[in-house]
């Protein structure tokens, strides 16, 4: 992304950081869009990655339940955004 830091952000006042996070929030959600495009890219073209990932997690979470995990979809499963 390699964006400049601005000067607020390295100050000792709480308040001057704060109010900078407003001013530079369109500034750093610009690069951030750019990453997350890229890396959408990225792993669209690699398919195999993708199948393993998912076989990875499903294992992972075969044993979750919702009684446990209430942000699950149900028993074993996320629900798809």
């Given at each position: 992304?390699?964006?400049?830091?601005?000067?607020?952000?390295?100050?000792?006042?709480?308040?001057?950081?704060?109010?900078?996070?407003?001013?530079?929030?369109?500034?750093?959600?610009?690069?951030?869009?750019?990453?997350?495009?890229?890396?959408?890219?990225?792993?669209?073209?690699?398919k195999k990655f993708l199948l393993d990932?998912?076989?990875?997690i499903s294992k992972e979470i075969s044993?979750?339940?919702?009684?446990?995990?209430?942000?699950?979809?149900?028993?074993?499963?996320?629900?798809?955004?």
């Amino acid at each position: 992304m390699n964006l400049n830091i601005p000067k607020e952000f390295y100050s000792d006042n709480e308040n001057v950081i704060y109010e900078a996070k407003f001013k530079y929030a369109k500034y750093f959600l610009s690069g951030l869009n750019f990453i997350v495009d890229s890396s959408f890219s990225y792993l669209w073209h690699r398919k195999k990655f993708l199948l393993d990932f998912n076989i990875k997690i499903s294992k992972e979470i075969s044993g979750l339940t919702k009684q446990d995990f209430p942000m699950l979809y149900d028993d074993h499963r996320f629900s798809r955004f």
